[in-house]
């Protein structure tokens, strides 16, 4: 099987993926945002021949209240600090009656308008935004991913998939997802500074590091070959599409040229590599974010041809390792 592959993956979560750390107030303009960046995301992957994973939390598939409460698992978890869990503290008071009174919590019309374009993968990014690496047990994990899949059902949605939130999973979490007929997750890039991390362990050091890491090659190009264990194959991420802001802008030039080069890393050696952001991080600036995207879907089109690279979900990827072996 040809691994020379082009993966995006979206973690695309609205209000649930940032509740803890950000307002409607704080960070409303990108979360709206969304609304215009999943249709300008859809014309330009048509355009490009790019065949994307949207990893999606479970609670976006609801189209009311009503419907988002009938899939709330009864095993909820018990993090250790409350403010992770959508559940505590009175949090799903504030959640709107639908997605017309409440678009930071809501996300059904969209979803739908990616399904419209079946290249494209909805894979999972757990039920409730569940934080592996903070406390909660297995068991309630297993239970919000039971969510996830029965509600995604609901819309004929099959999920292989799955992106795990803040990136946090342990050996236990991989196996739960194996066992519930999950085939693909992203891994963290290999280097020191992308390790799994709860939030507490996440040092400004190491933010630093990573930020430096988009403009310059600190920890290498992250390319990378499938692995399969067990019937789940890990397709790493290669790189954060780390968004437009104005004071940054005058290094886009580097971020591009970081990007490009280990997509040429990645094609000369017939291996894959992955970017990976969420849709809010467009949501902002979107011009300039959708420019930028579309300089490195230019140079994919250029593997494309150069060196056979391809445009493939993690969906894929993971059917054909299993049925070829890697
Ligand atoms: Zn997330």
Redesign the pocket.
């Given at each position: 099987m040809n691994q020379n592959v082009f993966v995006i993956s979206l973690?695309f979560?609205l209000l649930w993926?940032v509740r803890d750390k950000r307002t409607r107030e704080s960070y409303g303009a990108n979360l709206l945002g969304v609304r215009q960046v999943i249709p300008r995301l859809l014309e330009l992957f048509d355009r490009y021949g790019v065949n994307a994973t949207f990893a999606t939390?479970g609670f976006l598939f609801a189209k009311n209240k009503e419907e988002l409460l009938e899939f709330v698992p009864t095993d909820l978890p018990r993090y250790s600090a409350d403010r992770y869990s959508p559940y505590a503290n009175g949090y799903m008071d504030t959640v709107g009656a639908n997605e017309e009174e409440d678009p930071y919590h809501y996300g059904s019309s969209l979803i739908d308008r990616i399904l419209e374009h079946p290249g494209h993968e909805v894979a999972t990014?757990t039920f409730s935004?569940f934080y592996c690496l903070e406390g909660a047990s297995i068991a309630s994990f297993e239970a919000d991913l039971a969510a996830a899949q029965k509600i995604a059902g609901r819309k004929g949605v099959e999920l292989k998939s799955i992106v795990f939130?803040?990136n946090q999973y342990s050996q236990a979490h991989i196996d739960s997802c194996r066992k519930a007929g999950i085939i693909a997750f992203r891994a963290n890039e290999q280097s020191a500074v992308y390790t799994p991390r709860n939030n507490e362990d996440q040092s400004k050091v190491i933010r630093a590091a990573r930020f430096l890491d988009t403009y310059a090659n600190l920890t290498g190009h992250h390319s990378f070959v499938p692995v399969e264990t067990d019937g789940i194959v890990n397709i790493p991420a290669s790189r954060f599409l780390r968004p437009h802001t104005e004071r940054f802008s005058p290094f886009d030039g580097r971020k591009l040229a970081r990007i490009r080069g280990s997509m040429l890393h990645a094609a000369k050696r017939k291996q894959g590599f992955h970017l990976w952001w969420?849709p809010h991080n467009f949501g902002i600036h979107i011009d300039e974010n959708i420019r930028f995207l579309e300089e490195i879907l230019q140079f994919y089109r250029h593997l494309h041809q150069e060196f056979g690279m391809q445009s493939k979900t993690m969906r894929t990827i993971a059917e054909e390792t299993l049925a070829h072996g890697v």
């Open positions: 973690d979560e993926g939390v990014h935004h939130p803040r969420h």
